[in-house]
Nanobody
Framework: QVQLVESGGGSVQAGGSLRLSCVVSGPEGCTAWFRQSPEKEREGIGAVEMTGKITIADSVKGRFTLSKDNAKNTLYLQMNRLKSEDTAMYYC??????????????????WGQGTQVTVSS
């Protein structure tokens, strides 16, 4: 079993920044961030393999940065130059299998409860 606890969400004005954290408990081959807003499908933002390889979605590349502190078992999502369309519930997810380390939600077996990000224009 893998447990994930997200934090760091909140309300921010457009152009601002937030850093989300996800504490990961348990073995995993890959951890990732997703987001979902009402009436939209869950969208992959970025993933980190246990080797350190990072994948970032084109939609956020240049504004969002993914990192992982293995000593703290924590995955981070640094979000800069936030836009109103970034408003969503943000979820951390994990899978045992490094070869499933994509931005496709069905690849992930374990999910956190989510943290809300609201960007006002």
């Amino acid at each position: 079993q893998v447990q994930l606890v997200e934090s760091g969400g909140g309300s921010v004005q457009a152009g601002g920044s937030l850093r989300l954290s996800c504490v990961v408990s348990g073995p995993e081959g890959c951890t990732a961030w997703f987001r979902q807003s009402p009436e939209k499908e869950r969208e992959g933002i970025g993933a980190v393999e246990m080797t350190g390889k990072i994948t970032i979605a084109d939609s956020v590349k240049g504004r969002f940065t993914l990192s992982k502190d293995n000593a703290k078992n924590t995955l981070y999502l640094q979000m800069n130059r936030l836009k109103s369309e970034d408003t969503a519930m943000y979820y951390c997810a994990a899978t045992y299998f490094a070869d499933s380390c994509t931005l496709s939600p069905p690849n992930y077996n374990f999910w956190g409860q989510g943290t809300q990000v609201t960007v006002s224009s």
